[in-house]
Nanobody, 124 residues
Framework: QVQLVESGGGLVQAGGSLRLSCAAS????????MGWFRQAPGKEREFVAS????????YYAESVAGRFAINRDNAKNTVDLQMNSLKPEDTAVYYC?????????????????WGQGTQVTVSS
């Protein structure tokens, strides 16, 4: 069982930056692919980014590529999402998720464990 807790959300002006962090429980964190998803009001949950267990494989949604960066620290059991050049359309609840089979990618069904989410609001 893996428990995930997100932090770092908040209110920021367009063009600004935020760094989200996800802390995971469990001794085998390095074997899990980790992902970030988001859900805006009235919309479906969408993929943002993922990273493989070793940290060498990353994948981004087109809408955030070049602006967001996902990183992990397996010694600390954390995965971060650095968000730069934020836009109002980035406003959403951001969720951290874990895939115990280390696949990752834009497939929500692969992720068995989810955090409670953290709100990100970007004002224009």
């Amino acid at each position: 069982q893996v428990q995930l807790v997100e932090s770092g959300g908040g209110l920021v002006q367009a063009g600004g930056s935020l760094r989200l962090s996800c802390a995971a429980s469990g001794r085998i964190f390095s074997t899990y692919a980790m992902g970030w998803f988001r859900q805006a009001p009235g919309k479906e949950r969408e993929f943002v980014a993922s990273i493989g267990g070793s940290g060498t494989s990353t994948y981004y949604a087109e809408s955030v590529a070049g602006r967001f960066a996902i990183n992990r620290d397996n010694a600390k059991n954390t995965v971060d999402l650095q968000m730069n050049s934020l836009k109002p359309e980035d406003t959403a609840v951001y969720y951290c998720a874990a895939d115990r089979f280390n696949r990752g990618g834009n497939y929500p069904e692969r992720y068995a464990y989810w955090g409670q989410g953290t709100q990100v609001t970007v004002s224009s």
